[in-house]
């Protein structure tokens, strides 16, 4: 028995993957590359540790990506037979639950059990980090700031999560609204941890979500090390630089930074296929042309529409395919989360396919046909339920701006005011570029519209 850098006993006896775990945990709470090494480290080092298994399933499902969930499920069976065979620790087993409820299609009862083990030993960072993401992933704001807020006691100076704990304080903050604190939080978390991309992100969605893109980029320029380091979340804070930039209309840095940083590995994690198809529905629903970047995204999604495994994922694939023309698989798309819908609420995730999934997947499918007002009509429906597909405000803004300009191109000048004034309330009350290019459309629209209706008769 040893403990690990929190002084919460773990029942391996092997110093070196101790040592392994605690590098583990510090590299998942800063996103960084090494995490994948740290942990190989520890399961070679103590092939009996159930909570490192079981933790590898975790990570695994936070994929997104069905052949992982294959993967996670041997990983629970090796995690169930260890814990048999061994002695571990009430707080182990906790995990090893958390992963068995996930698997069983019940991700808030993997974050009941992780908060299950938060309650009686709440440095457990690992578990508050796990949490955090998975109420990421479940959409549920409220949940993940009340969750850091139970824990901010318990985490002194000495603590090494501190850092961390703040950054994912600062993010939950800047999703509930509260964007001064939020910003105050985010840059302490960034001195008491340097490598808390976390925090530094969490800042970097204050500054989209207050329509300040040039404060934002004065933020991020300079501050690269603290991403560097990341696994593939280094091309989400590239991603939102590129957003400054198209906030800033400039193009050029943005197509920059699309093909140097945020593609320029062009790989097949769900989370980069969602920053860079965003990112070229947004410069496309600017007015410009992104040439042949499509074809490789549009290229993975085809492989993907039997995935399932989100509806985060499965509507930016949608967005890819539509941007490549792919047109036979959008149908396959669709015609899977019809089969989706049917099974209702299977699981908590096959719930999201079928509502809000299958009303905006219908409504991406009828913008790339060119059909704006079925756009609009169905991701209007989609709307108030969107928060639940998971992921940011940032993220899931360019579903809202798909949304608004149907509403324009179809003439719901009103109803896409309204979703603006809403937008911009959500905001602080700041219209960005994409706000005030659409308010002065809607407006000169309506001036046509007047022009027309007064002119006389031929
Ligand atoms: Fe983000």
């Not at 399933?57 to 048999?84: D, H, K, P």
């Not at 955090?132 to 479940?138: G, K, P, S, V």
């Not at 989706?340 to 913008?367: I, Q, S, V």
């Not at 969107?386 to 300009?405: K, N, P, Y």
């Amino acid at each position: 028995m040893r403990n690990d850098q929190f002084g919460y006993e773990i029942s391996v006896s092997s110093p070196a993957a101790a040592a392994a775990w605690d590098r583990m945990v510090l590299g998942f709470l800063a996103h960084g590359a090494s995490v994948p090494d740290h942990l190989s480290a520890v399961l070679r080092e103590a092939p009996e540790f159930a909570m490192a298994h079981a933790v590898k399933g975790l990570f695994c499902l936070m994929l997104g990506r069905a052949e992982m969930t294959e993967t996670a499920r041997e990983a629970y069976q090796t995690a169930s037979v260890a814990a048999r065979q061994g002695a571990p620790l009430p707080r182990e087993m906790g995990y090893v639950r958390a992963l068995g409820a996930w698997l069983d299609g019940r991700p808030s009862e993997c974050v009941r059990a992780l908060e299950e083990i938060l309650a009686r030993w709440p440095e457990d960072a690992l578990a508050m980090k796990i949490g955090h993401a998975t109420r990421f992933i479940l959409g549920d704001r409220h949940g993940m700031r009340s969750s850091v807020e139970a824990l901010l006691p318990a985490y002194d100076a000495q603590n090494p999560a501190r850092g961390y704990l703040l950054g994912c304080h600062a993010f939950a903050l800047e999703e509930t609204g509260e964007y001064g604190r939020a910003e105050t939080a985010g840059r302490l978390a960034l001195s008491l941890a340097g490598d808390d991309a976390w925090g530094l992100h969490a800042v970097a969605h204050v500054y989209d979500m207050t329509a300040d893109s040039r404060g934002g980029l004065d933020w991020l320029e300079g501050r690269e090390a603290a991403w560097a380091h990341c696994n593939n979340f280094r091309y989400h804070v590239w991603w939102h630089k590129a957003l400054m930039h198209l906030d800033q209309r400039q193009i050029g840095a943005v197509f920059d930074l699309y093909d140097t940083e945020i593609r320029r590995d062009h790989t097949d994690d769900f989370r980069d296929i969602s920053n860079a198809t965003s990112l070229l529905m947004r410069l496309e629903l600017e007015g410009f042309d992104v040439g042949q970047r499509w074809e490789e995204l549009a290229d993975i999604a085809e492989r993907r529409t039997e995935d399932a495994c989100l509806i985060f994922a499965d509507l930016h694939y949608l967005l890819a395919l539509i941007g490549g023309d792919r047109n036979a698989a959008v149908g396959r798309m669709i015609s899977r989360l019809h089969r989706d819908a049917k099974r209702g609420d299977a699981d908590e995730m096959t719930a999201r396919m079928a509502h809000p999934g299958l009303a905006a997947a219908t409504g991406l499918e009828a913008f790339g046909a060119g059909d704006y007002r079925g756009a609009y009509l169905n991701l209007a429906q989609a709307r108030r339920s969107m928060q639940s597909i998971g992921g940011s405000h940032a993220q899931r803004d360019v579903f809202e701006r798909l949304t608004i300009d149907a509403g324009i191109r179809s003439g719901f000048l009103d109803e896409a005011e309204t979703m603006l004034r809403e937008r911009s309330h959500q905001r602080a009350g700041t219209l960005d570029t994409f706000a005030a290019t659409r308010l002065d459309l809607i407006s000169s629209s309506r001036g046509n519209w007047k022009t027309a209706q007064s002119l006389p008769a031929e």
